[in-house]
């Protein structure tokens, strides 16, 4: 099973093979700055992903050399973002914007960082659960250098995958870290050589995409539920997932298969 849009000249790439969506941005010659087009793109096709019930993981990541230099800024110096002024608007329907998006989806979500990133891409990048980046990347965290905040997430997710004052050093002062660095501070799961990344990439989310994959949303939900909520309001919503779980075919097939010593094959039913 594949499905492709990988049109000439489209800004977002979308594929799916084998059970996983892969999602490229695709403007390496502006190191995959998102346009406003794009935003839109990402955002669809994100959901798109997380609406197909043959996808069971999705890859995030970027053509060229960056993965996302940010968002296009080629019109700021002239006040063509629509942000500035008196007239910036302060009623922006975020829901659908590609980082809220990416937070809510139950499908999990790998970011192969094939190269630098900074800005709104670092943001997006965070978002996913899981990052392999390349040797060769760079992660800046220069939001305060350019005169703002992390505007897509970053100050949320920094505190809650660093922790508070690694989180704080790295927005305070703008810091940006090396491929290394960025596993030491907890902000990748593992260095890859870039010209292993999307398989690396693809092994991890077959690895994934061969377990059930009702179960694998669903835990991806409680998991972002226990984000918010209180040991005892956790454990009790984690009872009210498990129930269905156990009805379903796929918890039969995990069960036969566990007596009969042979690897399942799960359906998603």
């Not at 959901?47 to 990541?61: N, S």
């Not at 290394?180 to 292993?196: F, H, I, K, N, P």
């Not at 377990?211 to 972002?224: D, G, H, I």
Request: hydrophobic fraction near 45%.
């Amino acid at each position: 099973m594949a499905d492709s849009n990988a049109a000439l000249g489209a800004e977002v790439l979308y594929e799916v093979s084998e059970h996983i969506a892969t999602i490229t941005l695709n403007r390496p010659e502006r190191m995959n700055t998102i346009s406003g087009p794009m935003l839109t793109q990402l955002a669809e096709l994100l959901l798109k992903a997380d609406r197909d019930p043959e996808v069971r993981a999705i890859i995030l990541t970027g053509a060229g050399k960056a993965f996302c230099a940010g968002l296009d800024l080629r019109g700021a110096g002239q006040g063509k973002l629509g942000l500035e002024g008196a007239s910036a608007p302060t009623n922006l329907d975020l829901r659908s914007t590609p980082p809220t998006v990416l937070f809510n989806l139950d499908t999990p979500t790998i970011c192969a960082l094939n190269g630098s990133a900074a800005g709104y891409g670092l943001d997006t990048a965070l978002g996913c659960d899981m990052r392999l980046v390349a040797d060769r990347a760079k992660l800046a965290v220069a939001f305060t250098k350019r005169g703002v905040v992390p505007e897509s997430g970053g100050t949320w997710l920094l505190p809650r995958l660093v922790g508070w004052s690694k989180a704080a050093e790295l927005i305070f002062t703008g810091r940006t870290l090396t491929a290394d660095e960025a596993v030491a501070w907890g902000l990748a799961s593992r260095v890859v050589a870039a010209d292993q990344l999307q398989a690396e990439a693809r092994k991890l989310a077959a690895e994934i995409a061969g377990n059930a994959p009702l179960a694998v949303q669903a835990a991806k939900r409680m998991m972002r539920m226990g984000l918010s909520e209180g040991f005892d309001e956790h454990v009790h919503h984690v009872f009210l997932q498990l129930m269905p779980l156990v009805r379903t075919q796929d918890f039969g097939e995990a069960v036969a298969a566990f007596m009969e010593k042979r690897p399942a094959v799960f359906k998603g039913r």
